[in-house]
């Protein structure tokens, strides 16, 4: 092939151009047309893919099972068994052999969780640590699949590479948390709603407020928006769990997490803390991150009330606000985007997002410990999930995205259409 037909014209030079500046031009023209014609683009972004995807198997296979959040959650189900404080702080020794080593922060999910944590409280905690990826593993390949086998055009070999390597899954999946089983259950809540199945969409949603109270945004935005039944059933089974724990250990469970909630030290402040509270902690300017969460908190039940979207529409805001306005949101809650962003065409603003997911959490942690002036870089996932939310405000409500068959006739697990900028 010859040069020109790589773009690599002759190199002229003239008076209003200097030579050293012609040379940068045909430089990058050349550059650019070369990786146009080879589809290096391609390449590096698969590369990149394959990278955050080993690097998450290492991260998995080598990090100790008693420094991983899972410890915490043991703990808590072990104090249930034994109806003491399931928020205390427990040293790692009592967990694993790990001596002069103390959980930074107990549980602090809401009461609800204590009781899905005693099962794996009677495991080992390396064994149950295993299960409970398996059952996460399992979760995710199931909603990767629903996607799959309803958008087949928009859910591409080069799109499912890419939900594999969201840093956020690896992370989730290392530390033994609960995002991926929490998405999949709002995911197939969503599905349950669109297929009229209200009250089992309120059992799962319910069931998620109940660990996670900043979802409570979700019924809270589908009341506002008019669908009052599915969000009256939302807020019910909420409540049931709610009221679950104190049924089993009294009131008391609900003061001893307040308490551990007011006296965690690295909660807020947590350097992968990605919500615009953390954001507002993290720039040194704490007010203007709770200004904005208010503010976002304000803007979008007016959305809800003046524009009056359908459920799925409702449930993509919902979701990206709960992450935006919680007080913690790690990066590892990237999960919770993974399918809306899979199921839809990427804009140029979604596919800086998908980009930036793609980095794993660890090094938002390792990046600022090493260089102080990249204290920024965390700050990467708030504009991801910034990006995000403007996009579903920007965009109507088409054929192209989640749970747009709610009107038709025939209605479908999911309907997702369109085509997509990448194969």
Known sequence: MSGAALGWMPLTGSDEIPMAEAW???????????????????????????????????????????????????????AA????????????????????????????????????????????????????????????????????????????????LWAVAVGGVWSTLANGQLYIVLMAALVV????????????AGLL???VVAVKPNFLVLPI?????????????????AALFAVLPVLEYGPAIYVQWVSALVHAENSAMNPINVSLIGAGIAGRIPIAGWTAALALLVGTAL????????????????????????????????????????????????????????????????GPALVRWLWPVPLTYTVAFVLFLLECLRQEESRGEVGSVMRTERIRWLSWAGRVSER
């Open 303 to 366: 959305y809800g009330i003046r524009t009056r979207p359908d459920a799925s529409a409702t449930w993509k805001v919902a979701v990206a606000t709960a992450l935006l306005v919680a007080p913690e949101t790690l990066a590892l809650y990237s999960v919770f985007l993974v399918p809306f962003l899979l199921a839809r065409s990427w804009t140029i603003p979604l596919r800086v997002a998908a980009g930036i997911f793609v980095i794993p959490p660890l090094l938002l942690i390792v």
């Open 24 to 78: 940068r031009t045909h430089l990058i023209r050349g550059v650019l047309t070369t990786l146009r014609q080879y589809r290096w683009g391609w390449i590096l972004t698969r590369g990149a893919y394959g990278l955050a995807i080993v690097f998450g198997i290492l991260q998995v296979l080598n990090v100790p099972s008693q420094l991983m959040d899972f410890a915490t959650f043991v703990a808590a189900g072990r």
């Open 205 to 207: 949603v319910g069931l």
């Open 221 to 237: 935005l589908l009341f506002l928006a008019g669908h009052r039944k599915l969000s009256g059933a939302c807020l019910a089974l």
């Open 81 to 160: 068994l034994t109806m003491t404080n399931p928020y205390a702080r427990v040293p790692v020794v009592v967990l694993a052999p790990a001596p002069h080593q103390v959980l930074g922060d107990p549980n602090l999910n809401a009461p609800a969780s204590a009781l899905l944590f005693v099962p794996f409280a009677l495991l080992p905690l390396e064994a149950g640590l295993w299960i409970f990826r398996g059952l996460s593993v399992v979760a995710y390949a199931v909603v990767l699949w629903l996607v799959h086998r309803h958008a087949p055009d928009a859910v591409t070999p080069g799109r499912l």
């Open 189 to 200: 809540g969503l599905l349950c709603a669109t297929r009229g199945l209200l009250w089992l």
